[in-house]
């Protein structure tokens, strides 16, 4: 990276400050960074989603992007039918294509409800997936690596900790007795996890901070060699 | 038909799935790949009727000069600042090669404050764990030790610290023992309490008893 007060480096480190700025009080040079961000991570999914995903994946199949590009990109679904006169599997992309239409008709507010078939499929696919993916992998996988023979500190730690954390979410029944003491020990071992990822976290947010710092003081000021 | 149809798709969509699942063979298999794909068009949609929509507020915003209106203008301006670019001269499919105009303003307007706003974190978080780190009780002090051995075992001075210790009870190792052990059995735990919830609320949806996404009317 180029360093010193070049008009990029300056343009971010001044972004880079508003944001920062916020420490002391809200304040309208955060609030400008803070709408800017808003509008240019907004205008970025927006293309990036249009070249990544609805384009090769909508328009290429049914054939739309052919239509204004010249050259030899490969015959879309309209192509086939139009000039081939035989059907091809992609033109079902139409139903997607036609899906996502319908999911922008929530912009128009007497045609929102519209918007609740896409909304539908989205909510049958999601739950669909879900069910067989989760249940798989974050249930029975993680209990199959849990049952380990208890050779170390660390398998009965696993073992125990597994368990009584899991009874802990159990509320079918009054937590008292066994069931209650089982129950404290998870609540041990949830605060050991909740401790943990909060370490990691507050490790992670640091890098950031000092990546951040980095900038200001040594690309851009160059204080810091 | 406005609430009918789309639990009808859920329902559909959502068997579709669970039998490609345990019947991986024709026509099950070509259907889950077919629904995926549409899945994914519809995801896409459903991020630019969000872009979109922030736009039309932002516009309602400025019309009415609601206030802080003038911060709905710089929002559209950096909506418009990327995307003109991203779309008329980036090349198109290849907008986010090094040197395009899209790239040069992801590297240095979108990257500096998304990164800023994350590391900024950093401050909430150290204001958050004073208040939570006050060894009151046994489980705030599990917490807090918990913390502390991740946190210092991250960093060099956490084994400088700790280099009198036997090698494996330094600090760095305490760490990793940590993460790996009562850490992994906490994270489990959880794990497969959110599975079953998953599992359990998706049942529900494909059968239509849970239905307030499709709100009221």
Redesign the interface.
Known sequence: METGFTF?NT???I??IG??S??WRDNPLY?????????????????????Q???P??FDNLGISQLFSSGSAEDGALQVLFKQGRFDDRL??L???L???M??M??IPNLG?I??????????????????T??Q???MA??K??VLPFTTV?NI??????I???V??YFSKEHKGALGGAAKI??????????????????S??S??I??FD?LFSTWLGLVK | MRREIPLIITAIVGFTYIIQFFVPHWPFNILEGLLTSWMLIIFAFAIWLGALNLLKVSLDKISKRSRDWPYAIITIAGFLMIAIPGFLFSGGRRFQDPGTAFDYIYQNVYSPLSSTMFAMLAFYVASASYRAFRARTKEATLLLLAAFFVMLGRVPIGDVLSSFLPEGYRMSQMADWIMNYPQTAGQRAIMIGIALGIVSTSLRLILGIERSHLGGE
Not at chain 1, 115 to 132: A, C, E, K, V
Not at chain 1, 157 to 162: Q, R, S
């Open positions: 990029t343009l971010a480190a972004l880079t944001i920062i916020f420490l609030k400008v960074c803070e709408a800017l961000f808003v509008g240019v991570s907004a205008g970025y999914w927006f293309v990036s989603l249009w070249y995903n609805l384009l994946q909508l079902f992309y139903v997607a294509g899906l996502g239409l999911m922008l929530r912009l409800w918007s609740r078939w896409p909304l539908g499929f989205i909510i049958g696919t999601t739950s669909g997936l879900y069910f067989t989760y249940f992998s974050n249930a993680q209990l690596s849990t660390g730690v696993m073992v125990v900790g597994t009584c954390g899991l802990y979410f998870g609540t041990w071992f949830l605060m050991i996890t909740f401790g943990a990822s909060f370490g990691y976290t507050v490790m947010r640091m950031l901070l990546g951040r900038f």
